[in-house]
């Protein structure tokens, strides 16, 4: 069983920067790919950016330039930082990994981008 936990979502202005957090327990993820996934009012569900156990990144072309995403492997944790922050960044933020078969999802955190 692995549990994901999600953590630094808020609300910043344009131009901003967020550092969100996945937590995850019951197990070690770092073979694991990680990602992180968001979904907007009214929108599905879309990805976000990705990392393997390897470090290997890959980003939606939305964000690309603006967000990193990074994984600590000692705290079994991964890291979304974005900057340059746009009103359309405005969703939940979504861990989630796949592991043996199965695919988990964190319960999300709210990032709010608005004047």
């Known amino acids: 069983q692995v549990q994901l936990v999600e953590s630094g979502g808020g609300l910043v202005q344009p131009g901003g920067s967020l550092r969100l957090s996945c937590a995850a327990s019951?197990?070690?993820?770092?073979?694991?790919?990680m990602g992180w996934y968001r979904q907007a009012p009214g929108n599905q569900r879309e990805l976000v950016a990705t990392?393997?156990?390897?470090?290997?990144?890959n980003y939606a072309d939305s964000v690309k330039g603006r967000f990193t995403i990074s994984r600590d492997n000692a705290k079994n944790t991964v890291y979304l930082q974005m900057n340059s922050l746009k009103p359309e960044d405005t969703a939940v933020y979504y861990c989630?990994?796949?592991?043996?078969?199965?695919?988990?999802w964190g319960k999300g955190t709210l990032v709010t981008v608005s004047s």
């Open positions: 989630n990994t796949f592991y043996v078969g199965m695919n988990y």
């Open positions: 019951g197990r070690s993820l770092r073979f694991n790919v």
């Open positions: 990392i393997t156990g390897s470090a290997s990144t």
